[in-house]
């Protein structure tokens, strides 16, 4: 290992009760272990790489790697903030913006196209963050930061719709935490491998059911 950092601790995974300090992006071991793992994810895919393997690529301790991240899901999530916060920052701009300016039930369907886009670009790491989160605090993917932000967008826009007379009777609360659901990043990935799906045919299941299906007519 080519660490400069004392590496005191132990070599195996700290008990999660030890909750992780606020995150420096600053530090270079924290780039270090990000690079490191972005260059295993693509060279190998997420399942296969461990911890282990991550901080030997990145030539430090793995005591020095657990000081940062406690698991695959912290390094993913970070990999992802960037991104995630653009793209759901953009999301809720375009929310603010079209306020009472368009037609909402177009509006609402470009949003699930927009977030269909992201999850296939960014499925399994989504993935990794969502099976880390539930398993473990226990909790469903629906309070995680992401799932919930992205939750309160879409009830917006089904209740800007619903305001418009357009859907049938429909609770949008309800309705976005079924569609953010469907938007799981689990189950894109089980109809991209196992059925062969293209983004274009699960984003046109999607719309069939949470446009067209809940449409007045």
């Known amino acids: 290992m080519n ?18 300090p606020s995150r420096d992006y600053q530090d270079p071991y924290v780039q270090r272990i990000l690079e490191a793992a972005e260059s295993l994810f693509a060279e190998n895919g997420l399942e296969p790489v461990s911890m282990y393997g991550i901080a030997k690529r990145a030539g430090i301790g793995q005591g ?9 899901g912290e390094i993913c999530s970070a990999l992802l903030s960037t991104s995630s916060e653009r793209f759901l920052s953009r999301l809720e701009q375009e929310l603010q913006a079209t306020t009472g300016a368009s037609n909402s039930l177009e ?13 296939d670009q960014h499925a399994e790491l989504l993935q990794m963050i969502k099976s880390e989160f539930t398993g473990k605090k226990q909790l469903t993917q629906f309070e995680h930061p992401i799932f919930r932000r992205l939750n309160e967008v879409m009830t917006q826009r089904l209740r800007r719709a619903a305001d418009d007379g357009l859907l049938i009777a429909v609770d949008p609360q309800f309705a976005a935490t079924a569609l953010i659901a469907v938007l799981s990043p689990d189950l894109y990935l ?5 059925h062969n799906s293209t983004k274009e045919e699960i984003s046109r299941g999607v719309l069939a059911l949470f446009v067209t299906g809940i449409q007045r007519t």
């Open 107 to 119: 509006d609402l369907q470009s949003s699930i196209e927009q977030v269909v886009d992201f999850i």
């Open 3 to 20: 660490s400069n950092e004392p590496d005191r601790s132990p070599t195996t995974k700290p008990a999660k009760e030890h909750p992780v």
């Open 64 to 72: 020095s790697l657990y000081r940062r991240f406690t698991d695959k």
């Open 190 to 194: 089980y109809q991209q491998k196992l």
